[in-house]
């Protein structure tokens, strides 16, 4: 018969498996066992949907050592494959961990790294060929009478015949390499080794894991065991292995709900984000057991968007087990757990701040613009959960803080939180229209994130006190003026309505400020849309600058820059003209917008000096 060949993204997979170099080889026993418990799950699952309920004490796993041969098997009585899926699951690269590793590896190889990311995923049924250079898989679907073997060499293809097979189920027979300088292949033909291994890599796996006929593993899984039979070590050991994450996580958060509905859960708050995170392909959502069987690898509902970075395992027995994904969505008992979970990771999270600041702020830097977006999505529904989960860079801490720490801070008289949205803190630091903020000693807060100001304006307050952005007109601070600068401003009405003129359309007004102590000259605005909103709607593509914020120039009546002004005006409208130019490119400097035209601001410097 003649052999078929690998699809060319497989082909290259295998390649890699074939020539690997990876010092952890031994990885391929826990692939192949976590396969065999997927298959498992599937034949529960399916007899139970099915009306049919499969002995739970037949089922297992087993590994047979032939040194003579020099042959593993892998067994299970699981689901089995048809020769069609031996062809299709085998032939073609698999989906999930497969794939995403391939995809990780061309970007490792693209920037010349090596290939030491083979830990960090489940790389699959082909990671069998880092160990062995001939496979066999005989396989018997359930239901089915006859069975099927698969068999590959490696990169030259592979072949399907019709096999013989008494019981339901898959075997895979690896054929060992031989050992070289350095590769001990033989290793994994002696028992202690492979019972080693699974100790280390499938403790947990629900089924038994048997050599010969004891069973190795401990069968009882992570999250149906307390704190006294699990630590917090134990489950993090879990969660590296389960969702290839080389990191240990910030939190470990354990449930043990009794009530309305009954379950547990483990979850996790990664440290860091999966390399796909950001992208299409990422799919969120906690791995569904009813009553320790698997239903759905990733219930998407039953965590709400802003927590979508938690992983982890809920299992419970009040959730019927041969339910539908379609009923799944509404299951009544699902929305209970979904709610309650939500409120546990905040609550965690919350903890997690006051009780270890340091990991709470490495995970806010991974997952704080989360939190921002499920506020922004949600349109302000998700207030109470996540606006005490916010931290911004505080003037007075010179360091993240929560707003209710800075709310504890704020002195008596203060009446407004006070914050600044701007590119980089040191330019906020210095921003003019701030100066009575930071003359009275209020603490601001310094936003650098793109979303940062839409946030504030979603939340509006916190608790009794309002946000209020450093660019508004009243800062609720008294100001000594009393009504001075009104007068000013009407006495001065026709030189701020010449200067307006001669800076030809790019403000709306030239006013006098009240606000400016020792600055001459600051950039603001009037309307709803800020100068941050016009930088943050012009970085989107195709967006042609429609958003545009209405620019003011505010002057210093105190400042001997206006008194130079006012002379200019008086004795020569050239100047004067000049001046405001000149004036408005220092607003723009100081305000952090982008001089469009950096000749005219130098031209006009050299005209004014000579
Ligand atoms: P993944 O497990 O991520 O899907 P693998 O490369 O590990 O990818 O496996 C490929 C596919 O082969 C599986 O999705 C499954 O359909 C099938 N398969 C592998 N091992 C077994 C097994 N022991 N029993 C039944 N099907 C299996
Ligand atoms: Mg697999």
């Known amino acids: 018969m003649a052999k078929k060949q690998f699809k060319a993204e497989s082909k290259r997979l295998l390649g890699l498996m074939i020539n690997s170099i990876y010092t952890h080889k031994e990885i391929f026993l826990r692939e192949l066992i976590s396969n065999s418990s997927d298959a498992i799950d599937k034949l529960c699952y399916l007899s139970l949907a099915e009306g049919k309920s499969v002995d739970r004490s037949e089922l297992y796993i087993r590994i047979l050592l032939d040194e003579e041969n020099r042959t593993l098997t892998v067994s299970d009585n699981g689901i089995g494959m048809s020769a069609e899926e031996l062809e299709n699951n085998l032939g073609v690269i698999a989906k999930s961990g497969s794939l995403a590793f391939r995809e990780e590896m061309d970007k ?25 250079d001939r496979v066999r898989v005989i396989s018997r679907k359930y239901g089915e009478e006859s069975a099927n073997v698969w ?7 592979y072949t399907v015949k019709p096999a013989e097979k008494e019981e339901r189920g898959t075997d895979i027979v690896l054929y060992l390499k031989p050992d070289a300088e350095g ?24 089924y038994p894991i048997k050599l010969g006929e004891e069973t190795v593993n401990s069968m009882v899984p992570i999250w149906q065991r307390g704190k006294a039979e699990a630590s917090d070590e134990e489950c993090i050991k879990f969660y590296r292995e389960k969702f290839y994450d080389q990191t240990d996580p910030v939190r470990v958060i354990r449930v043990n709900a009794e009530g309305t509905v009954s379950y547990r859960a483990l979850l996790f708050v990664p440290a860091k984000a999966p390399y796909d995170y950001y992208s299409r392909d990422y799919r969120a959502g906690l791995q569904l057991y009813a009553s320790g069987v698997m239903i759905m690898d990733k219930c998407e509902d039953l965590l709400p968007e802003c927590f979508r970075f938690v992983r982890g395992v809920v299992d419970s027995p009040d959730l019927s087990l041969n339910i539908s994904r379609e009923m799944l969505q509404h299951d009544r008992q699902l929305k209970v757990i979904a709610s309650s979970l939500e409120k546990r990771i905040k609550n965690e999270l919350a903890k997690l701040m006051t009780e270890d600041a340091d990991k709470y702020a490495e995970f806010y830097k991974t997952f704080g613009l989360q939190l921002k977006y499920g506020l922004l999505n949600g349109f302000g529904a998700n207030r109470e959960l996540l606006q005490d989960l916010l931290m911004f860079y505080s003037s007075a801490k010179e360091k993240p803080v929560s707003l209710s720490e800075y709310t504890a801070d704020m002195p008596e008289d203060q009446k407004y939180i006070y914050y600044a949205c701007g590119e980089s803190i040191a330019r906020l630091s210095s921003l003019p229209q701030a100066e009575p903020v930071r003359e ?17 304006n979603m939340l509006g307050s916190y608790g009794e006190k309002e946000l209020r952005n450093v660019n508004a007109d009243d800062l609720g601070i008294e100001d000594a003026g009393d009504g001075r600068t009104e007068e000013l401003e009407k006495a001065n009405e026709e030189m701020l309505g010449f200067l307006k003129d001669s800076l030809d359309g790019s ?15 600051y950039l603001g605005v009037q309307g709803d849309i800020t100068l941050e909103m016009e930088k943050y709607f012009s970085s989107l593509p195709g967006s042609e600058n429609k958003v545009k914020a209405e620019r003011v120039l505010e002057l210093n009546p105190s400042h001997p820059v206006f008194e130079a002004l006012v002379r200019a005006y008086a004795s020569d409208k050239d100047k004067a003209a000049k001046y405001a130019r000149l004036l408005y490119f220092q607003a723009m400097l100081y305000a952090g917008v982008e001089i469009s035209d950096p000749s005219a601001y130098a031209q006009l410097i050299c005209e004014l000096m000579t």
């Open 183 to 206: 590769e001990d292949y033989g290793a994994f033909l002696t028992e202690w080794k492979i019972k080693d291994l699974i100790k280390k890599y499938s403790d947990y796996v629900r």
């Open 108 to 132: 490792s190889a693209a920037e010349g790294g090596d290939i030491d990311i083979i830990g960090q995923f489940g790389v699959g049924f082909y990671s069998a060929f880092m160990v062995a």
């Open 440 to 456: 009275k000693g209020y603490a601001i807060l310094y936003l650098t994130d793109e979303v940062d100001e839409f946030v504030m």
């Open 151 to 157: 068999e590959s060499s490696g990169a030259d293809g």
């Open 507 to 521: 403000v709306a007004a030239v006013k006098l400020s009240k606000k400016l102590k020792t600055y001459p000259v």
